[in-house]
Every structure is written in C-alpha cells, then in structure tokens.
C-alpha cells in the first residue's frame, strides 16, 4: 500500500513568490492534515480537511490557504513568501478527521526554503 | 483545549542504557494520547497509542509508555536503547480535529 505522497520535496522560492505544494493520501484515506515544522516551532497545525471539507485551520495568517479534491488529493498554497516560511510541511492523511483516532501517516514533507 | 508538554528538550545517552521520555497532558476526562517518532531524513511515524484499557502500552521497536491518570503523565520507555533509535519523539494528543503535539526531544544514542 503506497503512503502519502507530497511534491515537491524540495523547492527554493524568493520573498514574494508564492508556492503550491501537494499531497497525495493513502488509497482510502479521507481525511488530510497539513502541519509546519520548524527547529523553533516544532509542529505546527496548518489545516485538516475531511471530504474536501476544512474541519479546522490553525493560527497561521490568511496567505496560508489549502483545498481538498473529490479523490482526497490535497493541495497547499502559501502567497506572498516570507523568509519565515522556510519550513518543513508534512501532509498526514487518516480514515476518519484526527479528532477521533488521533493516528495520522505522514508523508517526507515538501522543504520549502525561501531566500 | 487538551495540549501536551515535552520536558526534555535534547536526551544523550549510551547504547543498552535505559530511556525514559516525560509527556504531560493539560487536564484530565477521556483522553488519548499518542508517541511518535522520527528518525534521521525520515517520515514521522506513530510509535504507540492510547485510547482507554490497560494504562501501560506497548508499542513498536520496544517501546512502551504507562498514562498515569493522577499524574496527568504519559511518559515513554524502553529499557535499553540502541543506536538506531536516535530520532526525535513527538507527544500528541487530539483536539478540536488536529494533533497536538509537544515540543518534541530528540534522543542521540552514542555507540
């Protein structure tokens, strides 16, 4: 059974730019969560979205946007980078919303670093 | 809202020495609670588990964590380490459709 896929997995952008990145769940999985991860932060909640529904975004500002596709494939969006995006983001996907099982299968994450 | 704190920041120590992680939860009722880890240039993964039953779990690689619900802890062991289990762990737990997670310790198993 494939795990979740993310593209890219590396990708350099400059202030400004804006980036999509993408994931792709497990075959079955419903439900997808985006998480930051920085050295300073750690793990920080992005979004979670559960039959193209978002269940819950978390405290990040409004250039942070996501979408979710009828075959569960998620994409990220971040516009108008700034230096402190450079970050890990990992896509999680689970049967059911994480509120439940809690039990989330990470993909290697997309490392975005923006100079 | 139920969040977690991670109390060891960086934990180094030698091969069959024993491990333990402390994990505390912010307040009691149902709750679950989740370790997860990751190694060097890996994906997380969920190391163990738990839900309700049996407070001491079992988990994978060795692994076990014991809640304790007077304590509001839900620490992890292993009684004796090895090289490959350098990695960075993760406590979590459930709230309001997301994970939760502390702030994570990362463990360096010298050889």
């Known amino acids: 059974k494939a795990g979740v896929t993310q593209t890219p997995r590396y990708l350099i952008k400059t202030r400004g730019q804006q980036v999509t990145l993408s994931c792709s769940p497990i075959s079955g999985h419903r439900s997808v969560s985006w998480y930051q991860q920085t050295p300073g932060q750690g793990l920080q909640f992005l979004f979670e979205?559960?039959?193209?529904?978002?269940?819950n975004k978390g405290n990040f500002p409004g250039r942070f946007s996501g979408r979710q596709f009828s075959n569960s494939r998620s994409e990220m969006n971040v516009s108008t980078l700034e230096l402190g995006d450079s970050a890990l983001y990992l896509c999680?996907?689970?049967?059911?919303?994480?509120?439940?099982?809690?039990?989330?299968?990470f993909g290697e994450g997309s490392r975005l670093t923006v100079l | 809202a139920q969040s977690v704190s991670q109390h060891n920041h960086h934990v180094i120590l030698s091969e069959a020495a024993s491990l333990e992680l402390g994990c505390n939860y912010s307040y009691g009722g149902t709750v679950n609670l989740f370790w997860y880890v990751q190694y060097p240039g890996q994906h997380l993964q969920l190391l163990l588990k738990?839900?309700?039953?049996?407070?001491l779990v079992k988990g994978i690689k060795g692994f076990e964590a014991e809640f304790i619900k007077s304590k509001f802890s839900f620490n992890l062991r292993k009684p004796s380490v090895q090289w490959s289990d350098t990695a960075e762990y993760f406590c979590?737990?459930?709230?309001?459709?997301?994970?939760?997670f502390g702030a994570g310790t990362t463990v360096t198993v010298r050889a």
């Open positions: 979590a737990v459930p709230n309001d459709y997301k994970l939760s």
């Open positions: 738990y839900f309700s039953g049996d407070p």
């Open positions: 979205y559960f039959s193209e529904t978002q269940r």
């Open positions: 999680a996907s689970s049967l059911h919303p994480s509120k439940r099982t809690g039990e989330l299968f």
